[in-house]
């Protein structure tokens, strides 16, 4: 299947659905101060292992975080239509329990779940519900989509009135180019493989079954949406591993001569430079995340290769939210439907040597989090925001009560009034998963303010990073910082900020 990356806000219904075109809607078409005549609609969607290599977050210079050219048009459209939250930070950096928190509005602290394997369902919060029976027991009409929550695909479906389950997909999981893994005869475990490449033809199932939901999400705004009342729940896979790209977009990043990503430390010639990052880190913090040091031996031309095909996801990603957007112009009804586009985490490219998420630094945390639809005017919040904060901001946006399970902190005020947040800082927590390790020597705690980035690691080495001058977290101020009072004064401040271990949920299994 073909993608069109032309950005045409004008594409006939029948032509997206072909092409998976990344469509544009003119952004007269949502119209902040019409009232409502019905119960607004809403339309959450989630994306996995979405970084911030998104245009929306990223740096024409190349400075800062994000990754230049990347081609994202539909991402775009709803930052320069609605709210662009560019600092929004997951609160763990793994899928299970990001998703947990984040569709609970509850911090990990008090969830108790830490590790994918973990299932949200066990959390330590009794009668919490998720976002989708909240709404449904507020008289919405829910409806579910793929990857939503990261385990118990059983109880998943009990969360909605109607939960499309997509079967028979007919492409097969055709190798990729590099699978290192396998090719390599490493014997890593499952979780350190990483498939890469061009897809052989235009069929992948991963990227089969995203398509296949966002055809079905069409479907359901075609035939319920009119009324008002509803709330759509998407979960898309890309850009998840494999890194399955599809050929024509494969071609548009070759033609972009794309090189390393602004994260790589200064100076780095490939891969190896980035050593020279870890070198005012402990040893803890070194150990972070899946490693796939074998990856490191890749040359240049591979390594590129794995960048343009992770790109290339990320773009296709893209253009099936063109799909719904597309869906939602014809039929005229954006006025009346709120959009949150989030993603779950982030996913390292070699910066810090990691290739995987799983850490506490930015390009595992910072994701995108945008907002549009009825009363949001164009905007961005430049403060710390937590994807905890998403399920208060959708009640408040659609006038029904927050649980009073939920930890997050409420944004309408500033994507509605454009306030500044209440809170100006964001908390994610990490750590080490195995049974043996004890619960006082498992957590990893990280806070993000305006200005700093700040990891208090169990074993007590610590990580001070200030996000303005230093946004790929290049020099840890606490491991040079000698006698200087000032840092002692701010890492004070900071850590009475963070949870305290004692205070942590022991994780439930």
């Known amino acids: 299947m ?67 050219g990347v081609i994202t ?32 509005g509850i911090s990990p602290d008090k969830t108790g779940v830490y590790f994918n394997g973990q299932e949200w369902s066990k ?10 029976s909240h709404f449904r027991e507020n008289q919405f009409k829910t409806y579910g989509l793929g990857k939503l929550f990261h385990r118990s695909t059983a109880l998943q479906e009990k969360e909605f009135d109607c939960f499309h389950k997509v079967s028979n997909v007919s492409c097969a999981k055709n190798a990729l180019k590099y699978d290192y893994a396998r090719r390599d005869n490493h014997g890593m475990p499952k979780a350190a493989k990483l498939e890469f490449g061009v897809q052989s033809g235009n069929c992948h199932w991963s990227n089969k079954l995203d398509e296949l939901n966002a055809i079905q999400a069409v479907k359901v705004i075609d035939e319920q949406f009119s009324g008002g009342g509803c709330f759509l729940g998407l979960g898309l896979i890309a850009p998840h591993a494999p890194f399955a790209a599809m050929p024509d977009i494969y071609k548009k990043y070759l033609a972009k001569n794309i090189g390393q990503p602004p994260g790589f430390f200064p ?42 095909s992770y790109l290339s996801t990320i773009t296709y990603a893209d253009s099936v939210i063109g799909l719904v957007m597309d869906k939602l ?15 779950d985490h982030g996913m390292h490219m070699a910066e810090k040597l990691s290739f995987s998420k799983f850490t506490l630094w930015e390009r595992s945390l910072r994701v995108p989090l945008l907002f549009s639809g009825p009363g949001i005017r164009p905007s961005e919040i430049l403060s710390p925001v937590s994807l905890t904060d998403i399920y ?7 006038k029904i009560d927050t649980p009073h399970w939920c930890t997050g902190t409420s944004l309408a005020n500033s994507i509605i009034g454009g306030d500044k947040p209440e809170k100006t ?22 806070i993000a303010t305006e200005q700093w980035n700040y990891i208090h690691h169990p074993d007590g080495s610590k990580e001070l990073y200030d996000r303005l001058s230093d946004p790929h977290e290049w020099y840890n101020l606490y491991k040079n910082k000698g006698d200087n009072a000032d840092i002692e004064y701010i890492i004070a401040s900071l850590d009475s900020q963070l949870p305290q271990l004692s205070e942590c949920h022991e994780p439930v299994w």
Request: proline fraction near 7%; glycine fraction near 6%; charged fraction near 20%.
């Open 73 to 104: 048009p539909n991402l775009q459209y709803m930052a320069d239509v609605g709210v662009n939250c560019k600092a929004a930070y997951a609160p763990v950096p793994a899928c299970s329990p990001s998703r947990t928190s984040t569709l609970l």
């Open 267 to 308: 100076n780095s010639e490939g891969i190896s430079g980035n050593l020279r990052d870890l070198r005012d880190l402990s040893d803890y913090a070194k150990n972070q995340g899946v490693k796939r040091e074998f990856l490191r031996e890749l040359d240049d031309a591979a390594y590129i290769q794995l960048v343009i």
């Open 123 to 132: 959390n330590a919060v009794p009668g919490a519900q998720s976002i989708f």
């Open 2 to 68: 073909a993608v069109n990356l032309n950005t045409t806000p004008h594409m006939h219904r029948r032509s997206v659905l072909k092409t998976l075109g990344a469509t544009l809607v003119s952004p007269s078409i949502v119209k902040a101060s019409t009232p409502l005549s019905t119960k607004p609609n809403f339309v959450f969607i989630s994306i996995d292992d979405l970084n911030d290599w998104v245009s929306p977050l990223s740096s024409s210079e190349g400075v800062g975080s994000g990754y230049p």
């Open 392 to 398: 208060p901001t959708l009640c408040d946006l659609a």
């Open 329 to 343: 112009r014809s039929l005229n009804i954006l006025e009346q439907t709120y959009i949150v586009v989030w993603s």
């Open 425 to 446: 800082h964001a908390v994610s927590i990490y750590g080490r998963g195995a049974s043996n390790v004890p619960d006082d020597q498992r957590l990893s705690r990280r």
